[in-house]
């Protein structure tokens, strides 16, 4: 089983011999899968939802919109083969402190994007910043961050 598992997370980070995925890379991959799958979580995705998710990877990331859009699409394909965020956080919660903040602000400005925040998606916010170690006050604040002004 622990044989499996490790071929699933080659395969989905794509670290075969012949393209090895530098640990940027992976780390690149694994964000825009944790968005992915936020936006995913309502069983609705939105093209608002999309948009904030490109803009986001060109924040986080540094990307410009094409690379994000390139990004996005490979990520996509990693997203749905993914049977949980685990492998995904564990890359981002070796960033500093203040960088996964940001994530999980981008994460909630993914949930917001379509004006109507689903259960689901706080569900698993919160799943994702206790797995990065990020204080309940900062998820807290971040959440309060990415509100939509009505």
Do not use: C
């Not at 990693?78 to 049977?83: G, H, I, K, L, R």
């Not at 994007?113 to 006050?137: C, F, M, T, W």
Request: glycine share 2%; charged share 25%; net charge negative.
């Amino acid at each position: 089983m622990l044989e499996s598992l490790q071929q699933f997370i080659r395969n989905a980070f794509g670290s075969d011999e012949q393209h090895p995925q530098s640990p940027e890379e992976q780390l690149k991959l694994a964000t825009a899968a944790l968005l992915i799958q936020v936006s995913a979580a309502d069983a609705n995705e939105s093209g608002e939802e999309q948009s904030v998710i490109y803009h986001q990877l060109s924040q986080l990331l540094s990307l410009t919109l094409e690379e994000s859009r390139a990004l996005y699409i490979q990520a996509q394909k990693v997203a749905e083969d993914s049977v949980s965020v685990y492998e995904f956080t564990r890359l981002v919660k070796e960033l500093e402190y203040e960088e996964r903040y940001k994530m999980i602000l981008a994460l909630w400005q993914v949930a917001y994007a379509d004006n109507n925040l689903d259960p689901h998606e706080e569900a698993l916010i919160r799943k994702i910043a206790d797995l990065v170690y990020l204080a309940h006050s900062d998820y807290i604040r971040a959440k309060l961050a990415a509100q939509p002004n009505d």
